[in-house]
């Protein structure tokens, strides 16, 4: 680990704070000369908190970011106009196609399902960010009632559950084929701001596949520790592909997580939050305001009819 930090570094990780899911202790999220903290003093699992300061109305005008026009009065309430700004912000950047062979990183970013809501993700500064681009996956319509025109097959999974009203997010199409890309990303950003050489995981394959991805992107070094017997064929080809050094093991999936070396930016990997934004961000605005049940689910946890007695408008 390299401890060279510069001054734009620490101001950005300023803003950001680790809080225990069970204590509620908070924990500055990098604390200079110590090892990085992944769990509380208690045991429990930490989150990561982020200031997130809105303009206060009585001393100066909200100002929109560069290039965007608010056509809000200055005398408006600061979280709506603050609300208004990011959200236009957030619709020019999703209107970026770039290439890859020709777009500046910017534009890879505003690209990026992710880091498009970067000021509502991490205070990263831009060159140390590490994306692929991730997140933009499909949300497709499904119900039985918002289903397209000749997607009837679609439609039998608004039958199957019983909802008019369904969209699915297809996280499958990650540049690894996994949602974990929306959390990756971000960890190994954290590890690059922190100047880490290498980075370890212990996986039975899917989280192990994104970081080896993202950690050869970034020119480090990727360890990875994976269960004997119980890894998917696919994953473990994606592992050993990306990742030029690796330790294989015959251990359970809990002695490998024990074995994965310390410290650990886990609580920053964990920060999928990016998913609900894009969801919100890809409704049409007429709904944008109705009640949203989301449901996370894997090909071993698929739905059964009549999800919710209630009858939510819209489940994703």
């Not at 769990?39 to 908190?49: A, I, K």
């Not at 100066?60 to 208004?84: E, N, W, Y």
């Not at 994953?235 to 074995?259: E, H, N, V």
């Not at 007429?286 to 489940?315: T, Y």
């Amino acid at each position: 680990m390299n401890n060279a930090l510069t001054p734009e570094i620490l101001a950005a990780l300023s803003a950001v704070s680790l809080q225990c899911v069970e204590c509620s202790a908070l924990y500055p999220g990098l604390e200079v000369g110590s090892a990085f903290r992944y769990r509380c003093s208690c045991g429990g699992t930490l989150d990561v908190e982020m200031k997130f300061a809105l303009p206060e109305a009585q001393t100066a005008p909200v100002q929109a970011p560069p290039g965007i026009s608010s056509g809000l009065k200055s005398d408006s309430d600061p979280a709506l106009l603050t609300g208004t700004l990011l959200r236009q912000l957030f619709d020019e950047r999703a209107l970026t196609l770039p290439a890859w062979s020709t777009s500046d990183g910017k534009m890879l970013l505003d690209y990026s399902g992710v880091w498009r809501y970067r000021e509502l993700i991490l205070p990263a500064p831009e060159q140390y960010i590490i994306s692929r681009p991730e997140g933009n996956t499909g949300l497709y319509p499904v119900g039985m009632e918002n289903c397209k025109p000749g997607s009837i097959g679609h439609r039998q999974i608004g039958l199957y559950a019983g909802l008019e009203h369904l969209f699915l997010k297809h996280e499958g199409e990650n540049p690894t084929g996994s949602f974990k890309d929306r959390g990756m990303t971000v960890g190994v950003t954290m590890a690059n701001l922190c100047g880490a050489q290498a980075v370890a995981c212990a996986s039975t394959g899917n989280t192990a596949a994104s970081l080896a991805s993202y950690a050869a992107q970034a020119g480090m070094r990727a360890i990875v520790f994976l269960p004997a017997g119980n890894v998917a064929g696919g994953k473990l080809a994606q592992s050993l592909a990306y990742a030029p050094g690796r330790l294989l093991t015959g251990l359970s999936f809990r002695q490998a997580i024990l074995a994965t070396p310390l410290p650990s930016v886990k609580p920053f990997a964990r920060l999928i939050s990016s998913r609900l934004f894009s969801i919100c961000h890809a409704l049409p605005r007429s709904r944008q305001k109705e009640p949203i049940h989301s449901i996370v689910a894997s090909n071993k946890d698929l739905p059964g009819r009549n999800l919710s007695r209630r009858r939510p408008s819209l489940l994703l």
